[in-house]
């Protein structure tokens, strides 16, 4: 089939690429010409496991473009994976969705096309999107019409930092709309990832026990509603670990051994299931919003939703309560923290922990040293005005520091030599605060230990 995926961010281009490896034809659409010029030079504009290899592997499958004549009129399928960042009222900001639906609209050819968003939108946005495709038609006909479109929703499930994983040998895909024709084109779209039937790229193989792939097919506001009902119970999983882990604080309890205990059990599932720092990138803390303000103008409040936010939000500011606890005075204090992206094997720095606890800690009178093996660079970039030591190589954020902070769990964190670390710090103080470093290790070197909640 051929393909029109517009916006060429973590989930346009990751899913650009998939749908190319499994064997269609596909344009990949950017305002941005910065991007289209480093894609189309090979070059990729975000760091994502495997992703070079796989453009190259595609390559024959895939252009890219900025031009909105040259992708969109001979698509059987267009998806907009445009950003959709909040407003300051936690609604989403729809202004690149609306613009790059009324793009598509005015180009769109004379066979039938399924327009599909990808972006997490509201609940509504598909009929939405309908609208401003018919308005933009109408416009350049000057006449009334009918049926050369259907919008359909196929929320995006992927994970930064597997995410092509996780475009190839999906848990599910979600497809809504209330058109059938919709839903027919995307199960002809996706069936070789439905049926496992594709060849595997040599990067990325087969899970052995993945021999199939549940479509769920819905109508267009269910499938809307499951991303946002998704995201929010694992934010709530892991805003739920660290309540606990607060109250296992104050009793004496280990929460990673809590959390065991709790997630052993098969219908409570232990992954998210994680106490620490809590949650950050693009989704959770928009989509949380996002659902939060989309149910108060149907006039549904969700409590739930509105606590798993607040003890995010309280947990980021625990890392300065806790060092303070430990060093009393900040002022004049050196702090080495260890992972800037928000998670490991992504270098996407948005509503990165990071940031918050650096910019908390200068605020305070605190010298801040900071490393990431890949995000350093777009660190730089993004945020020239926060005044902190970027370091090299890991260790020596810790060079004279009277803390370190482990922040995101690089797995070259979990393997540093933590001896020599310690000798070069001013004192053995470490704040895991992911509960993924060796803590009778780091207890035998002589470390002061401390996680989020002990
Ligand atoms: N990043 C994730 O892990 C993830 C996972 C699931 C869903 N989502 C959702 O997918 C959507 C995209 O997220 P992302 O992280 O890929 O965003 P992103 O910011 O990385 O990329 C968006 C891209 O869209 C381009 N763009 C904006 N307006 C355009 C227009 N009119 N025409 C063409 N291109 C345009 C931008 O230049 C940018 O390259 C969001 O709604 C997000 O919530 C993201």
């Not at 506001?221 to 929010?232: F, G, P, V």
């Not at 990138?281 to 919003?289: E, L, P, V």
């Not at 895991?432 to 009778?440: A, H, I, M, N, P």
Request: net charge negative; glycine share 8%; charged share 25%.
């Amino acid at each position: 089939m051929n393909v029109a995926i517009i916006g060429t961010g973590y989930v346009g281009l990751c899913t650009g690429i998939c749908l190319a490896t499994i064997g269609h034809k596909v344009t990949c659409l950017d305002t941005d010409e910065k991007k289209i010029g480093a894609l189309r030079r090979g070059e990729t504009p975000i760091y994502e496991p495997h992703l070079v290899e796989l453009m190259e592997e595609g390559r024959s499958n895939i252009c890219f473009t900025t031009s909105y004549p040259d992708a969109i009129p001979n698509a059987d399928v267009v998806f907009i994976a445009v950003g959709t960042p909040s407003t300051a009222n936690g609604s989403p900001n729809l202004e690149y969705l609306s613009k790059a639906a009324s793009s598509v609209g005015e180009h769109l050819g004379p066979a039938f096309t399924v327009v599909v968003n990808k972006s997490t939108v509201p609940i509504g946005s598909g009929n939405w999107v309908g609208t401003l495709l018919r308005e933009s038609l109408e416009r350049k006909h000057g006449r009334k019409m009918t049926d050369e479109f259907a919008v359909a929703s196929n929320p995006e499930f992927l994970r930064e930092g597997s995410a092509l994983f996780d475009s190839l040998y999906p848990d599910r895909i979600v497809v809504g709309a209330d058109h059938p024709k919709a839903l027919e084109t995307l199960y002809m779209l996706y069936r070789p990832i439905i049926d496992q039937s594709f060849s595997p790229p040599t990067d990325i193989p087969r899970p052995e026990a993945k021999t199939a792939v549940p479509l769920v097919s819905t109508d267009l506001a269910s499938a809307e509603l499951i991303k946002y009902a998704a995201n929010a119970f694992l934010a709530l999983k892991i805003s739920f670990a660290n309540e606990i882990g607060n109250i296992a604080e104050r009793v004496g309890a280990d929460i990673t051994q809590v959390a065991r205990g709790i997630g052993l059990d098969s219908r409570i599932g232990s992954r998210f299931l994680a106490a620490g720092i809590g949650w950050g990138g693009s989704c959770f803390g928009k989509d949380t919003a996002a659902l939060v303000s989309t149910a108060a103008e149907y006039g549904v409040s969700m409590p739930i939703v509105e606590s798993a936010r607040l003890v995010n939000k309280r947990q980021r500011e625990r890392v300065v309560d806790k060092l303070l606890g430990e060093l009393k005075i900040l002022k004049g204090r050196t702090v080495g923290l260890l992972g800037l992206a928000f998670k490991p094997n992504t270098d996407d720095l948005r509503e990165a922990p990071a940031i918050d606890i650096a910019r908390r800690l200068i605020e305070r009178g605190v010298r801040v040293k900071v490393h990431d093996p890949i995000a350093a660079e777009r660190f730089r970039h993004e945020y020239p005005d926060l005044d902190v030591q970027i370091c090299a190589h890991a260790a020596q954020v810790a060079e004279d520091a009277d803390a370190v902070v482990l922040v995101t769990e690089w797995t070259e964190y979990l393997q540093l030599d933590w001896d020599a670390v310690g000798d070069s710090m001013r004192q053995r103080l470490i704040l895991d605060g992911r509960y993924s470093l060796d803590r009778e290790r780091l207890i035998r070197s002589g470390f002061r230990y401390i996680g989020m909640s002990s």
